[in-house]
């Protein structure tokens, strides 16, 4: 086996996209959707990490913009979750199918 | 013989994209948020992996001890214990991975082919001072207006939050 390169970390950065894209594709339950999109998320920070150590490692803009990733997933991830509960709250279930109507 | 270091990636890519697969097929909620928690601390793993210590420690302090948590509560709240998700049809799933499996073949495909210019690895000399430093700086190759717009997105979840919430005790008063 090689030495973990740029391309290594690239290709772990599409298979953890892809797994997200899977997830959200196939679950019908919303928090499970959201687990899904935080892979999503963690996928673009690997690759923003990597670009930054191995092509501009005298710069920090992919850490930077990583740490800000991470900032706006967990306020989506708050905002989100306090949506499915309310969901949950006047509809008994977190299925997407069961939330067709805007306002109950 | 390989060294240590290329063992451990391996290692860390293992973990990450297991427990990620896991998490996303796992028909009980509450295993799949653990599979995904454990798939946050891989990440992190990878980011010390690549001496980036300041961003794996905001990865398991935000992700793994928030929003993980966060996760496993709303299952808690609105999940009844011992009931399995029902399985999704063949075909969705057949569907959906086929367009994985290829979308992840054109990406990978497009990787290998482009020569990066990378450059010699020296060791990262970035220290959370540095960061602390470029955060807050407002010149050239500062991050200081991002910061503030960050601050006041936190701020609007925040009130989102309060007002979602508040909106339901309304009604069932």
């Known amino acids: 086996m090689t030495e973990p390169g740029l391309p290594h970390l690239l290709?772990?950065?599409?298979?953890?996209?892809?797994?997200?894209?899977?997830?959200?594709?196939?679950?019908?339950?919303?928090?499970t959707m959201l687990m899904s999109v935080e892979l999503v998320l963690n996928s673009v920070c690997i690759?923003?990490?990597?670009?930054?150590?191995?092509?501009?490692?005298?710069?920090?803009?992919?850490?930077?913009i990583t740490i800000f990733i991470i900032a706006i997933a967990a306020a989506e991830a708050a905002v989100a979750i306090a949506i499915i509960i309310h969901l949950y709250r006047s509809h008994r279930t977190i299925d997407v199918g069961a939330a067709e109507d805007m306002k109950h | 013989m390989m060294?240590?270091?290329?063992?451990?990636?391996?290692?860390?890519?293992?973990?990450?994209?297991?427990?990620?697969?896991?998490?996303?097929t796992s028909r009980q909620i509450f295993r799949a948020a653990i599979y995904l928690l454990f798939s946050l601390l891989g990440v992190a793993g990878i980011y010390f992996w690549l001496h980036y210590e300041f961003v794996?420690?905001?990865?398991?302090v935000v992700y793994a001890g928030g929003?993980?948590?966060?996760?496993?509560?709303?299952?808690?709240?609105?999940q009844r214990s011992g009931e399995d998700l029902p399985k999704p049809s063949t075909g969705r799933m057949l569907v959906a991975g086929l367009a994985t499996l290829s979308g992840l073949a054109l990406v990978m495909f497009h990787v290998l082919k482009h020569a990066f210019p990378v450059s010699i690895l020296e060791p990262?000399?970035?220290?959370?001072?540095?960061?602390g430093r470029r955060m807050l700086h407002t010149g050239e190759g500062g991050f200081a207006l991002p910061f503030e717009v960050v601050s006041i997105l936190l701020?609007?979840?925040?009130?989102?939050?309060?007002?979602?919430?508040?909106?339901?005790k309304n009604k069932n008063l």
């Open chain 1, 11 to 31: 290709f772990i950065g599409a298979a953890l996209f892809f797994i997200g894209v899977f997830g959200f594709l196939t679950r019908r339950n919303l928090i």
């Open chain 2, 67 to 78: 929003i993980a948590v966060l996760i496993i509560f709303s299952v808690f709240l609105t």
């Open chain 2, 124 to 131: 990262s000399t970035a220290t959370v001072a540095d960061l």
């Open chain 2, 3 to 24: 060294k240590g270091e290329t063992i451990i990636f391996w290692l860390l890519a293992a973990l990450t994209l297991g427990t990620a697969l896991l998490a996303v």
């Open chain 2, 155 to 168: 701020l609007a979840a925040m009130v989102g939050c309060i007002v979602i919430a508040m909106r339901v």
């Open chain 2, 56 to 60: 794996a420690a905001v990865q398991i």
């Open chain 1, 47 to 64: 690759n923003f990490v990597a670009f930054n150590r191995y092509l501009w490692q005298e710069r920090l803009d992919g850490v930077f």
